[in-house]
């Protein structure tokens, strides 16, 4: 396919992943897709002169903050569509055709996505499942954007910050995520969402989009505390200083995403996160939750090789598959029959996973 072609554009932030980004780029490599890979390691993760022999990949070794980095990259963006992507997770071609497809059909829609599933590897088999289930039917239609923000808000999982989006909309949303550093790491995706929400209608494919990874633990990078849940950090009163200026960022940005005279207010966009927040607060106050946050919090207080090598341990001896996660071609028949799934690209993620792609392990050879 010729570069002109070439529709979107994959920003992948990295930080002490080699393993993952290059079953990534093996991944992307057959397909007519531009990766800018925001390397915020220590050291560079890779070098850059074997990477840029691969096509369509530019990567950037750059050890600033997550929320920089998707910014930097965005701002890079060159393709008429562009999407944010974890780099050990997955978005199938074929969705991401169908998407363009909605986008070039219909300029008031701001984002696509598709249906989830997640994944793990099991004695070196992939297995997967449905996942996100309540997302699978999210209308966010509305005419009114505070009214598709409130449709967002339905199901509590932040899943259209992976949707394919239109450049210059991926772009603001990387400003307004990287004009502050928040205690919260959480707050980005929010902001994302936001933006996606004010910019246009979000369609959701009737088809499988993209595969989540359950075997990689959590990135860990210091001031990125994950134990700082959003529901409780948006309503404790020690962080107004922080919410307030997120109050008066979102709207400035979201006055930006959509030109109507009707939009969202920082003050409408807080307010109605914090509806949400109380909601989630007074459905995990039970004796045991609170028991597994006390554990959590003692956990991340453990040096961080330590942590990362009980994770590992817990998967090593683990004698069943993860629970629920059953093989991809028992589950390929049990989709064929509800969804539209490109089968050749759901098995190309297996053979990468798994480590057996011959091709794929020859490409790997060169990136080193």
Known sequence: MKPEAIKVTVVIPTYERRAQLLRCLLYWAEY????????????????????????????????????????????????????????????????????????????????????????????????????????????????????????????????????????????????????????????????????????????????????????????????????????????????????SYLLQSADRHLAVANSDVQNITGEEFLSELKKIALRSRNNHLSFLYKVKLMFNRGFKFLPGWIRNFVRGLRRSIRSHPPKGLKPIYQLIKEIEGQMSIDINDLLRIKKVVEGRDDQSTTSARNVR
């Open 32 to 243: 007519p897709v531009n990766l800018i890979i925001m390397d915020g390691s220590t050291l560079p993760t890779l070098q850059e002169v074997d990477v840029n022999r691969l096509d369509r990949v530019t990567y950037v070794h750059l050890p600033k903050s997550f929320e920089d980095r998707l910014c930097i990259g965005a701002a890079m963006v060159r393709t008429p569509y562009a999407m944010f992507l974890s780099d050990d997770e997955f978005i199938l071609n074929s969705g991401l055709i169908s998407a363009c497809e909605v986008m070039d059909f219909d300029p008031e829609v701001s984002a696509v996505l598709g249906r989830t599933l997640i994944f793990a590897t099991f004695k070196g088999n992939m297995l997967a499942d449905f996942y996100y289930e309540s997302a699978s039917n999210l209308n966010i239609n509305s005419a009114s954007p505070l009214e598709r923000f409130r449709e967002r808000l339905q199901v509590p999982e932040n899943v259209i910050f992976y949707s394919l989006t239109r450049t210059n909309t991926l772009q603001l949303a990387g400003k307004f995520i990287a004009e502050r550093k928040y205690s919260c790491p959480y707050v980005s995706e929010h902001q994302v969402e936001a933006i996606f929400c004010a910019a246009g209608k979000v369609v959701v494919l009737p088809r499988v989009f993209w595969l989540r990874n359950l075997d990689t633990p959590p990135v860990s990078i210091t001031g990125w505390d994950r134990l700082v849940k959003f529901k409780n950090w948006i309503v404790d009163a020690s962080h107004s200083d922080e919410i």
